[in-house]
């Protein structure tokens, strides 16, 4: 029988229980003390204190643990990691997602967490081991670092993997640095190929990890954080080792439930087909239908959450992130689904219902969550017809949108650069960016101007009273406190 995807999560959660691993709380997706992040990227952010040596155990429930496990809500569309444009085109990346992960804090270190990833899969879950590639670090000389020795031997030892599915990858794919300096160590990955007999005949696997072929798809990563960086670049070793690892959920849903594509299993399902009636469509059909229903699906999710933990829509910092997003899903609607009323915001109940037991702030909130959908909406459908029009005309007989026009769009019709960026492609085109930037950067130079005038002018300034005053913290929420819904 085919396991639901929440069946699949507590699976998860029971494996490494039942190994003494502290079932933990997501974090919500802004960060609550991390100003250098704008959005949670992996499940090991709330853990940092601890890989930072700052703190050596979590303490939950009046004990002290030295392993944990959990599933994170992820955002990757900032920083580092920024997934954004493949979202809905590729069927695996999200911008929002759930990111299972175990550790350990100076507990138990290579041999476990592989064996214990092996035998989840294999065993429990009866993927076929043949079809497993496991990804070990190679080294790097230029920088001084070993190949891992350690992991290759041990994916021999205590797994039924071919040897020949154990492959060596770079600083790229198989090294973790938190910084410049700090914590850092080797990972070891596991992908998984989804192809038939027939072609995998043709073609091995092997060649197709690490190549951006959905059909060879990274599931987990295992990383294990045995270095401290030093600032003259030198490596030292930790005292205390530990594991972390990370497994795209939406990814081994559709593993599990034998689908190619992370939008066909029950996480996207019920939403895709919400989302289809809705548009008055078929999903399935068409493949320019279907990615914006991917999309539209995928970023209403992200926007959900990230207003419930804290990110509204405004013009920087997180809130923007989710603006854009919100806004890149609404194009979508309108001009490849002809949705010309507010729509996103009749979504947000049917995901606050399905994560009610897992990720339960969204239930909590959901009536502020849906007014402050549909009033973005509202506002951007102002002008985004009229914003349409004006990229179609300036579209013809051209080969680059002029920065004037990049402008206008973002000025007048709020349209992010980004969203210009994508329609632009759509055709094509190319964006004059540097154009852009100096008419940004010419009207900034206004604001500022005006604002030191004002400055000068009124004597009160607010912002001279706020203690702990930082660059992100216009985007500390404030929201649901003061706020109630007009029936
Ligand atoms: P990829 O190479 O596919 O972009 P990654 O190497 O960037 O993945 P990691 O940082 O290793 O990802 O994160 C751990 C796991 O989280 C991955 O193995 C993958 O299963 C999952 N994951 C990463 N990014 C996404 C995403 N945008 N959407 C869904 N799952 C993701
Ligand atoms: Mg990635
Ligand atoms: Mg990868
Ligand atoms: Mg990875």
Request: aromatic share 10%.
């Given at each position: 029988?085919?396991k639901?995807?929440a069946?699949?999560?507590?699976?998860?959660?029971?494996?490494?229980?039942?190994?003494?691993?502290?079932?933990?709380?997501?974090?919500?997706?802004?960060?609550?003390?991390?100003?250098?992040?704008?959005?949670?990227?992996?499940?090991?952010?709330?853990f940092?204190?601890?890989?930072?040596?700052?703190?050596?155990?979590?303490?939950?429930d009046?004990?002290?643990?030295?392993?944990?496990?959990?599933?994170?809500?992820?955002?990757?569309?900032?920083?580092?990691?920024?997934?954004?444009?493949?979202?809905?085109?590729?069927?695996?990346?999200?911008?929002?997602?759930?990111?299972?992960?175990?550790?350990?804090?100076?507990?138990?270190?290579?041999?476990?967490?592989?064996?214990?990833?092996?035998?989840?899969?294999?065993?429990?879950?009866?993927?076929?081991?043949?079809?497993?590639?496991?990804?070990?670090?190679?080294?790097?000389e230029?920088?001084?670092?070993?190949?891992?020795?350690e992991?290759?031997?041990?994916?021999?030892?205590v797994?039924?993997?071919?040897?020949?599915?154990i492959?060596?990858?770079?600083?790229?794919?198989?090294?973790?640095?938190?910084?410049d300096?700090?914590?850092?160590?080797?990972?070891?990955?596991?992908?998984?190929d989804?192809?038939?007999?027939?072609?995998?005949?043709?073609?091995?696997?092997?060649?197709l990890?690490?190549a951006?072929?959905?059909?060879?798809?990274?599931?987990?990563?295992?990383?294990?954080?045995?270095f401290?960086?030093?600032?003259?670049?030198?490596?030292?070793?930790?005292?205390?080792?530990?594991?972390?690892?990370?497994?795209?959920?939406?990814?081994?849903?559709?593993?599990?439930?034998?689908?190619?594509?992370?939008?066909?299993?029950?996480?996207?399902?019920?939403?895709?087909?919400?989302?289809?009636a809705l548009?008055?469509?078929?999903?399935?059909?068409d493949?320019k239908?279907?990615i914006?229903i991917?999309v539209?699906?995928?970023?209403?999710?992200?926007v959900?959450?990230?207003v419930?933990?804290?990110?509204?829509?405004?013009?920087?910092?997180?809130?923007?992130?989710?603006?854009?997003?919100?806004?890149?899903?609404?194009?979508?609607?309108?001009?490849?689904l002809?949705l010309?009323?507010?729509?996103?915001?009749?979504l947000?109940?049917?995901?606050?219902k399905?994560?009610?037991?897992?990720?339960?702030?969204?239930?909590?909130?959901?009536?502020?969550?849906?007014?402050v959908v549909?009033?973005?909406?509202e506002?951007?459908?102002?002008?985004?017809?009229?914003?349409?029009?004006?990229?179609?005309?300036?579209?013809?007989?051209t080969?680059?949108?002029?920065?004037?026009?990049?402008?206008k769009?973002?000025?007048?019709?709020?349209?992010?650069i980004d969203?210009?960026?994508?329609?632009a492609?759509?055709?094509?085109?190319?964006?004059d960016?540097?154009?852009?930037?100096?008419?940004?950067?010419?009207?900034?130079?206004?604001?500022?101007?005006?604002?030191?005038?004002q400055?000068?002018?009124s004597?009160?300034?607010?912002?001279?009273?706020?203690?702990?005053?930082?660059?992100?913290?216009?985007?500390?929420?404030?929201?649901y406190?003061?706020?109630s819904v007009k029936?």
């Amino acid at each position: 029988s085919i396991k639901t995807a929440a069946q699949i999560r507590q699976e998860f959660l029971d494996f490494f229980a039942a190994k003494a691993h502290a079932i933990t709380p997501s974090a919500p997706v802004v960060p609550q003390d991390d100003p250098t992040l704008l959005f949670t990227n992996a499940g090991m952010n709330q853990f940092k204190p601890i890989f930072l040596g700052e703190q050596q155990t979590y303490a939950q429930d009046g004990r002290q643990w030295s392993r944990a496990a959990n599933s994170q809500k992820c955002i990757r569309v900032s920083g580092k990691h920024n997934d954004l444009e493949e979202v809905g085109i590729d069927t695996y990346h999200h911008t929002l997602f759930e990111m299972l992960g175990n550790w350990s804090f100076g507990d138990y270190f290579k041999e476990e967490a592989i064996a214990w990833a092996w035998e989840l899969l294999v065993k429990e879950w009866g993927l076929d081991p043949d079809r497993l590639y496991a990804t070990v670090f190679g080294g790097d000389e230029k920088d001084g670092l070993p190949v891992d020795d350690e992991a290759i031997e041990l994916w021999k030892k205590v797994t039924s993997i071919k040897p020949e599915n154990i492959l060596r990858f770079g600083k790229k794919d198989n090294f973790w640095e938190m910084g410049d300096t700090g914590p850092c160590g080797p990972c070891s990955e596991i992908h998984v190929d989804l192809r038939s007999d027939e072609e995998r005949a043709k073609v091995s696997g092997a060649e197709l990890v690490n190549a951006d072929d959905p059909r060879v798809m990274e599931i987990w990563n295992l990383v294990f954080i045995q270095f401290n960086r030093q600032p003259d670049g030198s490596l030292q070793k930790l005292p205390a080792q530990h594991v972390d690892t990370g497994m795209g959920f939406e990814r081994i849903c559709a593993v599990l439930q034998g689908k190619t594509s992370n939008y066909d299993s029950d996480v996207f399902q019920p939403l895709i087909q919400e989302i289809a009636a809705l548009a008055s469509k078929t999903y399935g059909k068409d493949e320019k239908t279907d990615i914006a229903i991917r999309v539209i699906a995928d970023h209403i999710r992200a926007v959900s959450f990230g207003v419930a933990d804290g990110a509204s829509p405004s013009n920087d910092g997180r809130g923007y992130v989710i603006r854009r997003i919100l806004r890149r899903a609404m194009r979508y609607g309108w001009d490849v689904l002809g949705l010309r009323e507010p729509f996103m915001h009749r979504l947000v109940p049917g995901i606050g219902k399905v994560f009610e037991e897992v990720f339960p702030e969204l239930q909590a909130q959901l009536a502020y969550v849906i007014s402050v959908v549909k009033a973005e909406e509202e506002s951007f459908l102002r002008t985004l017809g009229q914003g349409i029009s004006l990229f179609e005309q300036v579209a013809q007989d051209t080969k680059e949108i002029a920065g004037e026009h990049a402008f206008k769009l973002h000025d007048t019709y709020g349209f992010p650069i980004d969203l210009t960026r994508l329609m632009a492609r759509e055709r094509g085109l190319t964006v004059d960016e540097a154009g852009f930037d100096r008419l940004m950067q010419e009207q900034k130079e206004r604001a500022r101007s005006a604002g030191r005038f004002q400055a000068v002018t009124s004597d009160a300034q607010p912002w001279n009273f706020m203690p702990g005053h930082t660059e992100l913290s216009e985007t500390k929420f404030t929201g649901y406190d003061n706020f109630s819904v007009k029936a």
